[in-house]
């Protein structure tokens, strides 16, 4: 009907509906992956983009086949499968075990009836090695300047190659060939100058979204982040009981060391504190997370721990800050820590309860000479 009312030639309607299927993919997989966000569920985003995109193109190659199965054309829509694998294998750069290349194979030529035709495994083992080989210049060329030439050099050839299996097969005119092939490059150039539009797109709000939920100077989560976290946090605590607990530290004599050294050296102090206490973290437990609250001031929130199962990280963190020895413009700084620690209680009516119960404990500490951990 497009064609016959409205004059649009069926290559252009191709690249719509091609665009469209991968931008209801771009939407959809965002929208999993801000629910998995909100609802702080322990999936990566990497593990959503796996799973969900090989089910997706799975889906979608198996729909279009379903239209032209056991047809005398049903190579017409071949393009359409062949960008769902590039954009599986390069764009989204899903690994696959090889393994599992071989049952999908086997159920997908089962599924359309070619299992009895040499020409069909040739072409089977060809998607294999293209799907392969787009993973290796993927990791090998990625954010390189040849990375476009590259994946038109392994496009190009194994497109020509796929297609000539499909002629073998069904012994269409190498006019037909010719067409079908120099569609499927212009599909797949127009494939990496939409992907690519898209990922600088996604790149930059990801990285607004960090700006906006990290310190610049140290890279931690800020208090924006904190904030987020410990009402949800908090609020989990209040409805399952799940244990919850906080360290609160700052720098001793901070003010002292701006003044006497300079803000650069006061600087380095802090990016050397995060990174030591990141460090500790990150050989413990990476659900625990560090926070720049204030000036000198950190928090970290500990969510399923109780104050006895805290201890050994706590103290892991004082050690390695107070034996600290920032080293700035010729210069040494030695480095100590005050510390409040507590556990939500039943007693607690809000985040901020809690908050000003570790913040008592860090004052305690600072008020009895410092470099010191007070529980309570």
């Given amino acids: 009907m497009t064609w016959s009312r409205w004059q649009v030639p069926p290559f252009i309607t191709s690249v719509f509906f091609v665009l469209g299927v991968l931008t209801l993919y771009w939407v959809s997989y965002n929208w999993l992956a801000s629910l998995a966000q ?32 056991g047809q ?18 390069y764009f989204l750069n899903i690994h696959l075990p090889y393994w599992l ?3 999908i194979l086997i159920l997908y030529m089962t599924f359309n009836g070619s299992l009895g035709y040499w020409q069909s495994w040739g072409h089977a083992v060809t998607l294999m090695t293209f799907f392969v080989v787009l993973n290796v210049i993927r990791v090998k060329f990625h954010n390189h300047r040849l990375a476009p030439v590259m994946y038109l050099l392994v496009g190009i050839p ?25 569609y499927l490059i212009i599909f797949e150039i127009l494939l990496y100058v939409y992907v690519s539009m898209l990922t600088h797109d996604v790149e930059l709000k990801s990285r607004l979204a960090k700006f906006a939920s990290h ?19 908090f609020e989990e605590h209040e409805s ?31 990016k050397e504190v995060a990174d030591t206490v990141q460090t500790v973290l990150a050989a413990n437990d990476a659900t625990v997370k560090l926070y720049r609250t204030g000036g000198e001031e950190f928090n970290i929130l500990f969510p399923g721990y109780d ?39 039943g007693d607690d009516q809000s985040p901020i309860d809690f908050y000003n119960r570790v913040d008592h404990n860090l004052y305690h500490s600072k008020r009895n000479g410092r470099m010191q951990v007070t529980v309570a």
Avoid: C
């Fill in 240 to 270: 399952s009981r799940r244990p919850l607990a906080m360290m609160m530290f700052d720098i001793d004599h901070f003010k002292q060391i701006n003044d006497t050294y300079g803000h650069s050296a006061g600087d380095a102090v802090l």
């Fill in 38 to 69: 909100k609802h702080h569920l322990k999936i990566s985003d990497e593990e959503i983009n796996t799973w969900y995109g090989i089910i997706y193109m799975f889906v979608f190659a198996f729909g279009i086949q379903t239209l032209v199965i």
């Fill in 158 to 182: 194994f497109g020509g190659l796929l297609w000539l299996w499909m002629k073998l097969k069904f012994n269409f005119t190498w006019m037909t060939l010719g067409q079908e092939w120099i």
């Fill in 72 to 89: 005398s054309d049903s190579w017409e829509f071949m393009n359409f499968q062949l960008i769902a694998v590039i954009f599986v294998a």
């Fill in 307 to 345: 104050l006895t199962e805290t201890k050994q990280i706590v103290n892991q963190i004082f050690v390695a800050v107070n034996h600290l020895a920032v080293h700035s413009a010729k210069t040494v700084i030695n480095v100590t820590i005050s510390v409040g620690v507590s556990g939500a209680t």
């Fill in 215 to 233: 310190d610049a100077l140290t890279k931690v989560e800020n208090f924006a982040a904190y904030t987020d976290a410990m009402e949800y946090l």
């Fill in 101 to 103: 290349f071989f049952p």
